[in-house]
Structure formats: C-alpha cells, structure tokens
C-alpha cells in the first residue's frame, strides 16, 4: 500500500511540475466562483443493463480563460459511482480512489474562454435514479495554490449543482424486464392517499395508544388529577430511575415536585415475582392518589417511567388528568436496536445524545455503534493519536501526510462536513447517558475490510516513529505491508481497505484497540460485554499478492494453505482474543459465511455469544433465509433486513429523497411497521426490479429453512449509513419516524402478525400513525429532534386542485408566488398555472416542496 502511496505522489509531483494560468490565489477563487459546475443523468436505460450515462458541465462565467493544452490544474469531484477512465474535449476523467475522482487536460484540450462552457459526458455502473447520488463541494487544484470550491456546489441543495430529472429515463433502471418501481407524483399519491382511512380515536383513546403498545392496558373509570403536589418514592436499588423520573418531571412541570409526607405518591418498586411479568417487564397502575411502578428489573422500571410520560398530554399546564388504568407489559424481543453509522460522516456527539433519549423513550436497548470504517475512525484511542488526528480529518491531500483523502463531499478543506470523532471523555459521556437510559452501546470496529483510516493512520505513525529513529515501535501497530502487491477492488471502489491479516502486529493493534475500549467503559462503570467486529464485504483477491500471507502459507499444518483460509484464520484469532478478555463476539453475516450457504461451525468459536446482524435479504439472490440458517446453526441472530430496516433508503421512489437504494426502491414507516420478524418469509413482496413475490420457494428453486431454534432470534434492529447524511438535520430526517415504528415491532407481537392486509393490521396502522402525527412528532421536536413529514398528493380534476395526505394531523399549505408566501389548504382551489404544496406537522416540521 506504501508503494501506491509513492507512485501517487511521484504522479502529483510531476504533474506540479507543469505552468499553469492561476499567479494568484484570487484568480482561482475567482474562477470557481464565476463557473458553474453540474453534474446531468442523461439516461439510465441503456442497451446494456446496470449502466447510465451522465455528464459534467463547466459554465465560465468568470473573467479568466482556461488556456489550451496540457496544465497544473485540476478539477476533483466526488462521485459514488466509479467512472471508467474517459477522454473527451481534451480532458481526461480518472477515478483516484473511493468516490474521489478527477479531471485533468490533455495536450487536445481547446481551452476554456470566458463566457464559453464544456460539457464531459460519461457512462458509469449501475444507475443514478437520485439526487444525493452526486456529491456537493467539486474543486479545483491547481499548482501549489490552496484548492478552491466551485462556488454552486458548496451547498446541501441539490438543485443548485445537479441537472433536473425529470424524464423516464432519467428516474427508471434497466432492471430485470423492466423497472416497476415508477417515480411517484403529486397525482400517483394522491390516489394513494384516497384508500387510506383515518381512524378517528377519542382524546382518551388517543392519550392511552402509547408507542409501543402494552401487553395489556385495562382502562377503570375515572381520571387522577397530577401536578407538582405530588411526591415521589422509590426503593433504593432505584436512585437512578428515580433521578430520572424527578428531572422529566421537573422539565415537564417547569418546577420540581413538592409533596409532602401526606401527599399523593409515585411509588417506584422492584418485584421480580409479580404474575406473569417478564424481565423488563413492570406494571404501571394509576389510581386516585397513587402512581405504582413495579419492575421486573430496573429496565422494567424506566420503561414503567417512560409509559407514565407517554400517558401526558403534549401540552402541560399546572395540572393535568391521567386515565386511571393497569397496564402489564414486556419486550416481545431482549434486542431491540439501532445501528448508527457515524464513520463515514461524523455529526456530532449532540446529536448521538438526543438518538439516545429517543431510543430509550422507546424502549429500544441496544445502540450499535459503527465507529471506523474507510472514511473515518471515530475514537480516540490512548496512545495511538493518529487514529483521530489523521483518520478522523479528510481534506485534499493525495499522498496522505496530513489528513485521509477527501470522501463524500467534504471538499478539499478540514472543515468540510462530516469531519470529527468522540474525544475518550466524550465516548465516555455518551457511555453514562446510555446506562442512564438502560441502553448497552455495542462498539463495533470494522475489519479486515472497510479499515482504510486505521491502515493509513498506521502507516502515518510509522512515518513519524520511523522518522524518530524507533524503528521497532514504529512497525507494532502496523496494518499493512509495504510491498503487498495484492490488487482489488471493493464494492465502495477502494483497492486498499483490507487489514493484513497475515502479519501479528494486526492483532496487536486489535488487541490494543479491545483493551482502551474496555477502559472507557469501566470509567464510565460499565463492563464491555460484545466487541463486533464487522467482517463484511472484503475485497475479493486481497492479501494474494502479501509476502507475509505467503510466508504463512509455507508454515506446515497451521491450517492455513491458501487465501480461501485467510478469512476464518482472521476470525477464529479474533474472536480468540475477545474471548480472552471476557468478550462475546459480533459480526455482519457476510463475515461469518463460509460460503454462500454455510455459516462457519459455531463449535469453532469459544466466546459464549458470537452475534450474527443478518443483513442481506435481496430474496432474488437467495440469501434471505440467512437469518434462520444461522439461528439452527447455533449463533445468536439480530435480524438488520436491508430490505425494510434499513433508514439510509429513501422514504419514497423520487428521485428528490436521500438515500441509497440497492436493497429496496423505498422504505417508508409503514414498510417499517409491517416487517413481521416472526414470519421472516412472509417480508418477501417484491423482488429489486419491484416485481411481486407470490412464491419465494419457486423464484429461488429450493426449499427453504424453517426456524429451528427460536430462542436463538434475539430480536432486530434498525440501521442508518452515513455515505449521503453529512449534517446531524439530514439524519434525523432519516431516522425519524421510521425507527419509532421499529420500536413498536421490536417491543409488541401483533395480534395481526402476519397477515399485514387484515383489516385489524389496518386499524392497528391507523392507530399508530395518528398517535405519531398527532403525539409523538411534538414530543420529538421538543426534545430538539427533527423529524420526515411525507409531502403531499395533488390532482387537478375538472378545473379544480384538490390535495390530500395519507397520515393524520397533517396539515397542508400552498403558495401560488413560488414559495414567497404559504396558505393554508382547506377545500379545492380554482387555480391555473403553478402551485406550489408542502404538509406541515403539528410540530411545525415541513415536507420537501412539490409543484404541480
């Protein structure tokens, strides 16, 4: 990897090398900030299937000309889609590494005079159906001057840099016969939105459809009247949940609770043998003067708590009225987590802290922290400083002395977005905050592949140790070889992401890694229980052209002969280590394969849980039944489907929603809901090309497992990527509402499970939706959590503009002067010409803008 690094920086050197038309700082400001740049999907229905054709268009509208020939400038942009070399106008496109690429002239190039444009047109694999495919912050370099921004695309607003798309083949893929997942429109949605029917719940039917629903919830007659008058007691193996009810309280009333010792009493208890209630579980009753809690366990006591709350009204005053009821409830599943990506963009530990509160209000209780990957290692790890001061920070610097090269619209400068790590006192912190909300934060350290910032902030300190003349030292930590020849190419388009495997300073590294993690946990008085380790998509053909893999090779019966054996001889030593020090071990279900089918024997693995996120359910692959076959193979299974929990989607097929789209066109809080963990096959609806599955069984041509071991199912989990969320506003928007609807599936077993189109698991949406829109979105937004509101479905019919909206509480405005000024929608509009809507939750969250 070492020697790539060279050959790079020998290029960038003699390409220095040449006379350029920027003297000046100012002049190349100037220039991008007078040309425009824009990225066009021409089409994505090509001959040949999986392919698309775009351009890039430069606009000089600055008073400086490009001269003809060859120069010391360039043009980088970020592109997820890795562009095959193109020479075209005299300019030759190349992909560097990752989505970074770049655009240098040739001797035919013809120049750039002021006023004139130029157009680069491509064609790349597979398709562009979105607007988040293309990356903000494209700049230019040119000789030994500061690289600058094109000016319209330092911005979040896509419309500002990337060419409408708005014609078939521009949104559709070349996809099996066809792709049946058409673009919705304001017209499509608004027949959608006719079906939907809106139940109507009572003010105290409404106040008692907690989210998640209770076990059972037996209403009595009568209301308690609640205020600040009351006191609060609780055993004392409770002072945390006790701490934590005083100060929702106090938040909630403004002022603290002043009872006395005759007052009417919140009383919090522990009872483990209280009929028929389960770990985490408890009983909440409310009666005239007295609140009772009882926990199974502490868990079930702070979500006694957070059900009290849910039983507020929104608004509170000096005294509110609560239902007087029973409600007996437990967690239809012990895991119930979110998968949190900060790696490839860092948002801020802010923001980590309110997703915390969110998911304890929730009764989720497993975090699953995705802390290092290619674009980022986001820790701080004691003693091995360039893991955040190098692979934390990305900015322009192709032989990588100072900083990770640039990734996923940072732009060339440190302070572009998605830059930053937990400091050791900030993970720490975070670490409290989740105890309090009865929360396990499972770290995950992703390797052998997706570790490009670990390998390069290792080879910065073996740079810097060397340098220093400690020599041994410098190689202890080491991740890579010099003169490792292998060649690959990842599905994220790196060709130097892998771990050496082969060599024990690795396993030093990880060792060490282990070992500071389980620090911070016991300062923080907990104790690391599961170390993930990742495992998933390695390239194929890394560590082939390794010596010290051939050394190893050549060492008779160790088990290791070849590169097929690398994969579980990196697995079985870590999990060797972690078993070591008292870890379970973690890992995607790619890296517990041994082959398409088989999962690696469990017996080969001492820890006493090795848990498998069983990921990849693309049904027309054939890999959805990996959840069970891992189950009966021993593992313990938290089902993560791609195909529904996945919250970098898109909430809807248009090409304006955020996300990647490579499990599923769409996922949207009903897709969310519905997911029936229980019945894993009865998930399979459509194939990616959105075709009906009727007959899984006889899409794939064999018979597929049934769950055999059940106890085995630990329960499911959400997940959120980084690649297209650079800002902490863009992932809120992505996690919420979908991961409240996850909380309802992970928490209660519906009575409907699995018929999804009975009419009970209709009025059991309906109920839950207007109980979000009408509750929950302002309980978000006060907490200082940002949240989707679908926009609206528009029709004009007979002359007139009728608008509708699926959920409950919403709202919808319109303006006729292009967003100036809004009103609201109450009844159709005589109105020619343009329109434009937007919904607006009760929360004061709006929808994206549709134009009719």
């Known amino acids: 990897m070492i020697k790539n690094l060279l050959l790079l920086s020998l290029a960038w050197l003699s390409w220095l090398a040449l006379a350029g038309p920027f003297q000046s700082q100012q002049q190349l400001d100037d220039f991008t900030a007078g040309t425009e740049w824009f990225f066009a999907v021409e089409t994505n229905l090509l001959p040949d299937a999986g392919r698309f054709r775009g351009r890039i268009e430069l606009h000089n509208n600055s008073g400086i000309t490009l001269s003809a020939g060859k120069s010391d400038w360039g043009w980088y942009f970020h592109s997820i889609r890795k562009i095959e070399t193109t020479l075209s106008q005299g300019l030759q496109l190349e992909h560097i ?141 409770l002072a945390n949940e006790l701490a934590y009810l005083t100060d929702q309280l106090h938040r909630y009333f403004g002022q603290p609770l002043n009872g006395q010792a005759n007052s009417p009493i919140i009383e919090l208890r522990l ?184 390998i390069k902030a290792m080879e910065a300190r073996y740079q810097r140790l060397q340098a220093a003349g400690q020599a041994e030292e410098a190689r202890r930590y080491l991740l890579s070889e010099a003169d490792d020849a292998s060649e690959y190419l990842t599905v994220q388009n790196y060709n130097d992401n892998s771990i050496n495997v082969c060599i024990d300073s690795t396993y030093a590294f990880i060792d060490k890694v282990m070992y500071e993690l389980q620090q911070m946990y016991r300062e923080a008085g907990l104790q690391l229980r599961v170390f993930h380790m990742g495992g998933d998509e390695v390239g194929a053909g890394s560590w082939q052209g390794a010596p010290a893999c051939e050394q190893l090779f050549a060492e008779p019966l160790n088990g290791v002969a070849g590169v097929a054996d690398l994969k579980p001889y990196f697995i079985n030593r870590v999990a060797q280590l972690a078993n070591q020090r008292g870890l379970a071990m973690a890992a995607w279900e790619d890296g517990l394969m041994a082959d398409s089918t088989r999962p690696f024997r469990r017996e080969q693995f001492n820890n006493s849980e090795v848990i498998v996120n069983a990921w990849d359910n693309i049904w027309e692959w054939g890999y959805g039944d990996r959840a069970y076959r891992f189950a009966n193979a021993g593992y313990q299974v938290v089902q993560s489907a791609g195909t529904n929990l996945y919250f970098d989607h898109p909430q809807e097929a248009h090409p304006k929603e955020r996300g990647y789209y490579w499990a599923a066109r769409y996922t949207d809080t009903e897709k969310v809901f519905f997911y029936r963990p229980d019945h894993l096959y009865s998930n399979a609806e459509f194939t990616r090309d959105g075709t009906p599955i009727n007959d899984l069984e006889a899409l794939l041509g064999r018979a597929l497992p049934a769950l055999e071991k059940p106890d085995n199912m630990l329960g499911i989990q959400g997940q959120v990527w980084g690649e297209t969320i650079r800002t902490a506003a863009q992932l809120e928007q992505m996690i919420y509402p979908r991961l409240i609807a996850l909380a309802e599936r992970a928490w209660h077993r519906a009575d409907w499970e699995p018929n999804k189109d009975s009419t009970a698991a209709r009025q059991s949406w309906q109920q839950f939706i207007q109980r979000l829109t009408s509750v929950e979105f302002t309980r978000l937004v006060q907490s200082g959590a940002g949240h989707y509101v679908p926009p609206p479905g528009a029709i004009r019919e007979q002359g007139q503009l009728k608008a509708n909206h699926a959920w409950p509480a919403i709202s919808i405005e319109y303006s006729l002067d292009q967003g100036k000024s809004w009103q609201h929608y109450q009844q159709p509009l005589q109105q020619d010409g343009d329109i434009w809507l937007r919904s607006r939750s009760r929360s004061d969250q709006l929808s994206r803008i549709i134009r009719l």
């Open 271 to 454: 009872d483990a043998n209280l009929p028929n209630l389960k770990p985490e579980g408890y009983q909440l009753t409310i009666e005239r003067q007295r609140i009772r809690i009882t926990g199974f366990d502490e868990a079930g006591v702070f979500y006694g708590i957070q059900s009290l709350l849910a039983l507020l009204p929104v608004a509170s005053s000096d005294q509110v009225q609560l239902p007087q009821l029973t409600i007996l409830d437990y967690p239809r599943y012990r895991w119930r987590g979110m998968h949190y990506d900060m790696a490839r963009n860092f948002h801020g530990l802010d923001v980590t802290l309110r997703l915390i509160e969110q998911m304890g209000r929730y009764k989720l209780n497993k975090l699953h922290l995705h802390l290092t990957e290619d674009e980022g290692w986001r820790l701080e790890i004691p003693g091995l400083p360039e893991l955040t001061e190098f692979g934390a920070n990305r900015c322009f610097d192709l032989t990588e002395q100072q900083c990770l090269l640039t990734q996923l619209g940072t732009g060339p400068h440190s302070s572009g977005s998605g830059n930053g790590y937990y400091s050791r006192d900030d993970f720490i912190q975070l670490l409290r905050h989740a105890k309090a909300h009865h929360i396990e934060v499972i770290p995950e350290i992703d390797m052998p592949g997706h570790a490009r910032a670990a």
């Open 97 to 237: 590494q990752g989505d970074l690429h770049r655009i240098v002239p040739t001797t035919d190039f013809a120049g750039l005079p002021t006023g004139q444009s130029i157009q680069l047109t491509f064609t790349s694999a597979p398709w562009v159906i979105s607007y988040s495919d293309w990356m903000p912050r494209a700049f230019m370099v040119a000789g030994a001057l500061q690289p600058a921004i094109f000016i319209n695309t330092d911005t979040e607003d896509f419309s500002q840099f990337v060419r409408p798309m708005t014609e078939p083949e521009q949104r559709l893929r070349n996809i099996g016969d066809g792709d049946k997942f058409a673009t919705v429109t304001a017209e499509h949605r608004f027949a959608s939105n006719t079906k939907a029917v809106h139940t109507n719940l009572s003010p105290a039917q409404l106040q008692q459809r907690i989210i998640p629903q209770p076990v059972q919830l037996q209403h009595r007659r009568g209301q308690t009247a609640f205020d600040t008058s009351w006191q609060l007691q609780a055993q004392g193996a």
